[in-house]
T-cell receptor, first 113, second 112 residues
Framework: KAGVTQTPRYLIKTRGQQVTLSCSPI?????VSWYQQTPGQGLQFLFE???????NKGNFPGRFSGRQFSNSRSEMNVSTLELGDSALYLC????????????FGPGTRLLVL | QKEVEQDPGPLSVPEGAIVSLNCTYS??????FMWYRQYSRKGPELLMY????GNKEDGRFTAQVDKSSKYISLFIRDSQPSDSATYLC????????????FGRGTQLTVWP
């Protein structure tokens, strides 16, 4: 079974631009979570989508948004990029039930100049 | 105070050593406890998954959870150079199903 895939793998943007990242979960998984990883803050939870609905949300500004499609693929968008948004963005998928664990993709490395 | 505290290391041990990695947490609602391994420039890889208190063994790896003291441990026996990575503890609650609370990660190097 194929793992979680993320596109693109690397991205360079400039301040003020916006960016959209994509995540395809493991086949059959209905929950997709997004995390931001930086050397200073570690892994921080952004949000989770389950069956096209946002189920959990972390403490990030409204510039960070996401959505999930009917095939469970998910996108996250960051508007008005800031230098501090440079990070590895990871998505993880799970079946969505109480006993389930999350499986991570390889991440998208975003550099904001 | 962060919900999960983990000593970032770095930790450097010789091949064959027993490695002990630890986390403490503050949220008594945490019920599920995961350990992830992350190699440089890769996504985290699930290593161990434990529910509630107790021990779980998988090959050279043993995970321990003590909910009374809010203490999580991972032991690696007969450590190998291929174990060199960052180890992340990640508990979660029973109600916040899609949200893991990560420690900062401990960077481990096993030298031959």
């Amino acid at each position: 079974k194929a793992g979680v895939t993320q596109t693109p793998r690397y991205l360079i943007k400039t301040r003020g631009q916006q960016v959209t990242l994509s995540c395809s979960p493991i086949s059959g998984h209905r929950s997709v979570s997004w995390y931001q990883q930086t050397p200073g803050q570690g892994l921080q939870f952004l949000f989770e989508y389950f069956s096209e609905t946002q189920r959990n949300k972390g403490n990030f500004p409204g510039r960070f948004s996401g959505r999930q499609f009917s095939n469970s693929r998910s996108e996250m968008n960051v508007s008005t990029l800031e230098l501090g948004d440079s990070a590895l963005y990871l998505c993880a998928s799970t079946l969505g039930g109480r006993e389930e664990t999350q499986y991570f993709g390889p991440g998208t490395r975003l550099l904001v100049l | 105070q962060k919900e999960v505290e983990q000593d970032p290391g770095p930790l450097s041990v010789p091949e064959g050593a027993i490695v002990s990695l630890n986390c403490t947490y503050s949220n008594s609602a945490f019920q599920y406890f995961m350990w992830y391994r992350q190699y440089s420039r890769k996504g985290p890889e699930l290593l161990m998954y434990t529910y509630s208190s107790g021990n779980k063994e998988d090959g050279r790896f043993t995970a321990q959870v003590d909910k009374s003291s809010k203490y999580i441990s991972l032991f690696i026996r007969d450590s190998q150079p291929s174990d060199s990575a960052t180890y992340l503890c990640a508990p979660r609650g029973g109600s916040t199903l899609g949200r893991l609370y990560f420690g900062r990660g401990t960077q481990l190097t096993v030298w031959p």
